[in-house]
Structure formats: structure tokens, C-alpha cells
């Protein structure tokens, strides 16, 4: 009994870590425009997300966490080896992808990793097909989504101050973007810290020390705490990706791009689909850019951003084979 409360422990330990490593990847999607804007500097920009972060468990539910835990994998045939190698498959690539300054998807990581993990351990049978359909929809949708809702958006807003001075216009879209951005970072802590809460909530039922798929205050509270931690340290190399590399962004224009953004999020979350936050601000980045012109946007970079997301999940998902082949060893 005791050797498996230090495994689950140590487990429950990875899971925080890439909770954190989750906040410190994707702070840039919650912070990228309000430093490229300079509406806050980078210290106060990231207390104010990270502030958000945390405190969005009093917002949303669970949803997005019981998607994780037993609607991409059989609960079934998911054992601590499983868990270990999905992990170590979504932290690996988070931080291959952080060291090169590639915003990619920690969501889909972590999903590739479950993928990779599972069938490795119980063959393509463990796959909840209707979970991972869905998911992989997300893939493509939320981008898209985000694109389409900040070209909106942005092309209102044009209209509505076409015969207003430019620099009070702007001024006035800077004291929005506490609140645009305030749900953003509220939607990327709603969606993203549940997705450690799955994981934390199926080691719980699969150890045997809770046995329905219920996750507890505890997990909630710890979970919010670490990716609010990890957000506070910041992803600076994707912070100039994000805020400069995209697109020139104004402060009306990220207005739209985190509007858009904290839309999508907050849809997605409620209806429990771990999208991602990283797909989906930079959708929103390049909706905002075509509302100019099509050349407006730095489409190298974007492409370079897509065949990244492209890579995600197979690649995750065969670090997370290997680590689940290793790991099955000795847990």
C-alpha cells in the first residue's frame, strides 16, 4: 500500500509539472498582446493573467477534465505506466517546442501523449473514438473559429470608428483590453488546468482511492495553482512569436483577437472540449491581420506555426509510446 501511495504521489507530482510547464508555454497566448501593445509591461502583464488563471475555477465546471480522463482513452485500460508515458510524450514536446519558440498546442500534446501511451499499452481498441473525433475537429475548428469571429469583430470596429482620429480611438480600445483580456486569460485557465485535472482524477480511480470520476477540490484548487505558477515565469521567446511575429497589432486589434479568443474558450469549455489556446489566439491574431489586407500577414510564419500543430500529436504520441514502453518497467 504504501509503495503505490509514493507512486501516485509521484505521478500526481508529473501531472503538476506539466500543469505548470502548460502555464509557462502558453503564457504568451495570454499575454502576447498586452506587451506587443504595451499596455502593461511583461511583470505586470503576467500577474494580471496569471491572477485570472487561477481564479477561473470559480467560473467554470469540470467537463473539459472528464473529456481527458475517460473520453480519449478507455478508462479501462489506462494504468500509472500509461499515465507516465502520456506525460512525459506532452511535457517533452512542450519544451522542444518552447526552447525553439514555436507556439505549439500543450492540449494536444497531452492528448497525442494519451493517444500514443494507450494504444501502445492495449492497441487501437483503447481509443474512445468519439472523444478523439471530436477533439481532432477542435484542431481545425478552433483556429478557424477565432480567425473568422476577430475578422468579424475587427471590421466592425473599423467601420464603427471610420471617421474618428486614430490615436482617442486607440486610446479608448487600450482600457478595453483589461477586460478582453481578463476572459482570455480567464477561458485559458478554465480550459487548460482541467485537462491536469483528468489526468490527476483517472490515477485517483485507477489506483483505487475514489471510485466514480468525480474530481475533488483538492485536484481543482491545485491544478489552477500550478498553471497560474507556470504563466507567472512567463514563455518569452513565443511572446515576440505571438505579439510581433503574426501580424502588426494595434490595441483595437487585439481588443477583437482576445474577444474572439475568450469566445471560442469559453464556448469550448462548456462543452467540455479541450481546445487549444495557442490554435486559437493565433486564428484570432490572423483574422485581425486580414482585416487589413491578406499581405498583412506574415504567412511563412504562420505555415511554420501550422505544420508545428500538424506535428503535435504524432509526435508526442511517439514520445509517449517509447516512455510508457520504459516506463511500465518499474510502476
Known amino acids: 500500500m504504501e509503495h503505490a501511495i509514493v507512486i501516485m504521489a509521484v505521478l500526481v507530482l508529473v501531472a503538476l509539472i506539466f500543469d505548470f510547464m502548460n502555464g509557462f508555454h502558453d503564457a504568451a497566448n495570454s499575454i502576447a498582446l498586452m506587451v506587443s501593445t504595451r499596455l502593461l509591461t511583461p511583470q505586470a502583464a503576467v500577474l494580471w493573467a496569471a491572477f485570472f488563471n487561477f481564479i477561473a475555477f470559480l467560473v467554470f465546471g469540470t467537463a473539459v477534465a472528464k473529456m481527458i480522463g475517460k473520453g480519449i482513452i478507455d478508462p479501462d485500460f489506462v494504468n500509472n505506466a500509461v499515465i507516465f508515458g502520456a506525460l512525459c510524450g506532452a ?146 521567446r513565443i511572446v515576440r512569436t505571438m505579439g510581433m511575429g503574426i501580424t502588426r497589432i494595434r490595441p483595437s486589434g487585439a481588443f477583437s483577437a482576445q474577444t474572439a479568443g475568450s469566445i471560442a474558450l469559453f464556448l469550448a469549455t462548456y462543452m467540455g472540449i479541450p481546445i487549444s489556446t495557442t490554435h486559437t489566439i493565433t486564428g484570432a491574431i490572423v483574422g485581425v491581420g486580414l482585416s487589413r489586407r491578406a499581405s498583412a500577414v506574415r504567412w511563412g510564419l504562420a505555415s511554420r506555426l501550422v505544420w508545428a500543430w500538424v506535428l503535435t500529436i504524432p509526435c508526442s504520441g511517439l514520445i509517449a509510446a517509447v516512455s510508457y514502453h520504459f516506463g511500465k518497467s518499474f510502476l
Open 91 to 236: 511535457i517533452t514536446w512542450n519544451v522542444l517546442t518552447w526552447w525553439l519558440g514555436i507556439p505549439s498546442s500543450s492540449s494536444h500534446a497531452l492528448v497525442g501523449g494519451l493517444v500514443g501511451a494507450g494504444v501502445a499499452h492495449a492497441g487501437t481498441g483503447a481509443i474512445v473514438a468519439a472523444g478523439l473525433i471530436k477533439t481532432s475537429a477542435a484542431i481545425i475548428l478552433s483556429p478557424l473559429f477565432g480567425m473568422l469571429l476577430a475578422l468579424i469583430l475587427m471590421v466592425t470596429v473599423l467601420w464603427f470608428f471610420e471617421k474618428s482620429a486614430p490615436y482617442p480611438a486607440e486610446r479608448r480600445f487600450n482600457k478595453l483590453q483589461f477586460i478582453s483580456a481578463s476572459l482570455y486569460s480567464l477561458g485559458h485557465g478554465g480550459n487548460d488546468a482541467q485537462k491536469t485535472m483528468g489526468i490527476i482524477t483517472v490515477l485517483l480511480v485507477t489506483n483505487g482511492f475514489q471510485t466514480n470520476f468525480e474530481v475533488q477540490t483538492w485536484v481543482i484548487i491545485s491544478c489552477h495553482a500550478m498553471i497560474a505558477l507556470g504563466t507567472l515565469f512567463g514563455g518569452w
